[in-house]
Every structure is written in C-alpha cells, then in structure tokens.
C-alpha cells in the first residue's frame, strides 16, 4: 500500500535522508527506529507528502503522492506528528472531532459516533467533556491519538497512518494500551508506520521494523532479524544483550553495564 524508492532530502545544505527504501503492506505496523538526528520524524514528514523529497518517490496505493489531491489524500491517511500546539480552550471530543473536517456534509451524529468510537480506542473516553487545555501531556497525547484515528475511521481501505512518537510522554501502563489498540487497527487491514525509541516496545508490539542511522537505513525487515545486538551497537553505539525469558516469544533488549561510572 505504501512505498518509497530512493527517497532523499535536503534541509537547506543538510542531507537528512539518504536513497532510503521502504514497502508496508496493509495491517502490518513498521517501527522506525534510530538515534538522535537519524531522520525518523523527517522520513515520516515526506511519507506523508507533507514534505516533498529532493529525490526519489513515495507511492501510495500503487499512485505517487503528487497526483492525490490533498482532500483524497486526508481521507485515506492521518499523521501524527511529534508536537501539538493547540492552546485553545476545546473539549475533547471537539478535538477529535477536528479530525473528521475532510468528511464535510456527515450528520452530526454519525461524526459523534465516531468520535466516541475513537476515544474509547485511544483510552481516554473518561475525559469526554473536559477541557483539552487542563489535560495532562499524556492525555494530550491520546487524545491527539484518537483525533487521527477518527480521521480515517471510515475511509475505504486501504488505511494509513503515519504516527511520530505516539508513546513519548505516556506512562509505562498507557504505551502498551496504546499499542496494543493499534495493533488491533493494523489486524482491521490498518497499515502503520510510526516512529518509537524504545526497543524493547518495538520488538513487542510490531511487525518490521527499518533502523536509520544519518539518514541512510542501515537494516529493514522483520523485527527480530532487525532488532540485533550486532545492529543495535552499529546504530547507537551501545554494546547491547538480547535477552529470552521462558514463555516470552519477544524478549527484551538490555545494555550491557560499561566498566566505568559514566
């Protein structure tokens, strides 16, 4: 449903990405991962066609993206991205509902069904009526989450959503409620690429994963040939252990402790 070939951009004089490939197929998730700098949020910027690339072309249901219109395109594909800056004294559900704005003429009702429908996914249906600015930045967050989440809730397949970050300011209970609903959208045909830092959620929670180091992908595939000490030290230079537990199929990655107190 999605690809890109060869895809580059630059930033100024900067070369942020670098011939990066990608392919996801509907209801499959794709973590990309990588330091600082790598080029996570930048490669989900074009993905989106919200940046276009200096070189290379992503495709999308087999079409480039120049030749979507802006309206098809909000239909069938949301993005998150890494910050929010709305300051304005909403409710909830009236944020959410900002996500239904390319589905013009739908009854009202229907928009509040969807609405719900979306909160409840994200696990913020609680926060129904309050007030979108007293929130917490993890409340934000999922709401936010819901928001793009309505947006495409009754496009025609294939879906797509393209999310940066979508765990950072959740607890340790909220990032594995929220991955677990979107692995329940990606098993409804929903495809998803979103970007994460943490390993360990990567290697629980998604299908492949595409590990970026200076703009360039340094390995792609599923995510446990990926999710390798060999390929983890190469990227973040950080000696790591990849770590099995009886009954756990993902286990866990660990560093391993330096010999220094630094």
Request: charged share 20%.
């Amino acid at each position: 449903m999605l690809r890109a070939c060869g895809l580059g951009l630059l930033r100024g004089t900067r070369k942020v990405l670098d011939e990066v490939d990608l392919r996801l197929d509907a209801g499959r998730m794709l973590a990309v991962l990588g330091p600082n700098g790598a080029g996570k949020s930048s490669l989900l910027r074009v993905l989106s066609g919200e940046w276009p690339p200096s070189t290379g072309q992503v495709r999308f249901m087999d079409r480039p993206l120049a030749q979507w219109s802006s309206l098809a395109l909000a239909r069938q594909r949301a993005l998150l991205a890494q910050t929010e800056s709305l300051r304005f004294g909403f409710r909830v559900e009236e944020v959410v509902a900002m996500g239904r704005l390319p589905w013009t003429g739908q009854p009202p009702v229907a928009v509040e069904h969807i609405c719900a429908q979306a909160l409840t996914m994200a696990g913020v249906a609680d926060l129904h009526g309050r007030i979108y600015t007293e929130l917490s930045a993890g409340e934000r967050a999922r709401v936010q989450l819901a928001r793009v989440v309505a947006q495409i809730w009754d496009a025609p397949a294939p879906r797509l959503l393209l999310l940066d970050e979508p765990t950072a300011s959740l607890d340790l209970a909220h990032q594995h409620q929220v991955l677990t609903a979107l692995k329940g959208l990606a098993r409804l045909g929903v495809g998803i690429v979103l970007v994460l830092h943490d390993l360990n959620l990567a290697l629980r929670y998604v299908d492949e994963a595409l590990l970026l180091a200076g703009g360039r992908v340094h390995s792609q595939g599923p995510v446990d040939e990926v999710l390798t000490p060999p390929n983890i030290e190469a990227v973040y230079g950080i000696a790591v252990d990849r770590l099995q537990h009886a009954g756990d199929p993902h286990g866990w990655i660990a560093p391993r402790p330096r010999g220094g107190p630094f």
